[in-house]
């Protein structure tokens, strides 16, 4: 119960700064993503801003023998970089560029944004659920692990 | 000035948000696998994941009360092209892990290649799907 009440602000935290650094307004995402036209820098800030913070602070948690209110930290997920993260960030990025809406952005819209944005995030659930059932048939007896 | 104090302070609070689900619950915020996550019935997680992407919506609730212009129009509003964003971003960042949070704030963060790879490769398909949409077919809508 505790550890939902303490995600739950995170998520609402997380929603905040999505919001007011500018994440939220696909036109000024776009506009990130276009070099060769007027290009809006701005969106480079919150990234500076979040792993700054991040990077900082998590120095600081990991150094705890374990979080609050978990039996441990992650472990490091495997370094390796395949064809499946790269074509993965390739069909991500393509719906990114087209969209302006990472999943972030794109959840915290969901309930005020209107029709466009609900098609978006059912297209994006219906996405993920494709890809867990293409894994499973592919592969029966493993089991893929969310990050 | 302004333009970019408030990006900045926006990835401050992003980053606090993310470190205390780090601190508290001892998980990375990645939205994408987060959401996924909940896709998968009878875990033991769900309640987290839950209250996280809940969190998520309560927020865009409180943006749209106290700052609505966070949120501009949609870019893309054919059926058609967004059905298609939606089902490259839920299934694209499944085969790659994670996405702009997970790669692009906690991976990098971490030193993570791995994150480093994905978050150049798809900020280049994103920048490269931008040039061919907007500066060769004159928009999408």
Request: aromatic share 6%.
């Amino acid at each position: 119960m505790k550890a939902a009440v303490m995600a739950g602000l995170a998520g609402l935290l997380f929603a905040l700064g999505l919001g007011m650094g500018g994440m939220t307004d696909p036109a000024k995402v776009v506009g990130f993503l276009d070099i060769a036209g007027a290009w809006d820098p701005s969106l480079a800030f919150v990234m500076a801003g979040a792993l700054g913070t991040y990077g900082l602070l998590r120095q600081l948690i990991v150094r705890r023998a374990k979080p609050v209110l978990a039996k441990d930290f992650p472990a490091p997920p495997s370094a390796m970089v395949d064809g499946r993260l790269v074509g993965g960030a390739v069909l991500f990025g393509i719906g990114w560029g087209l969209s302006g809406y990472c999943p972030g952005p794109a959840l915290v819209s969901a309930p005020v944004g209107g029709a466009t944005v609900l098609l978006f995030v059912g297209a994006m659930l219906v996405g993920m659920g494709v890809f867990r059932a293409w894994e499973v048939l592919r592969a029966p007896r493993t089991s893929s692990q969310p990050g | 000035m302004n333009a970019f104090l408030l990006p900045l302070l926006g990835g401050v609070l992003l980053g606090a948000g993310a470190s205390l689900l780090l601190l508290f619950n001892g998980r990375i915020a990645g939205i994408s696998g987060i959401t996924a996550g909940l896709l998968t019935p009878a875990k033991a997680d769900t309640a987290w994941r839950a209250a996280f992407v809940g969190g998520l919506a309560v927020g865009g609730v409180v943006l749209a009360l106290v700052r609505p212009e966070s949120f501009g129009p949609p870019v893309i509003s054919g059926m058609g092209a967004t059905l298609a964003a939606g089902l490259l971003v839920g299934f694209g960042t499944r085969l790659g892990s994670g996405c702009t949070s997970g790669h692009g704030v906690c991976g990098l963060a971490r030193g993570a290649r791995r994150s480093l790879v994905a978050t150049l490769t798809f900020m280049a398909a994103g920048a490269l799907t931008v040039f061919v949409t907007r500066h060769v077919l004159g928009g999408v809508s």
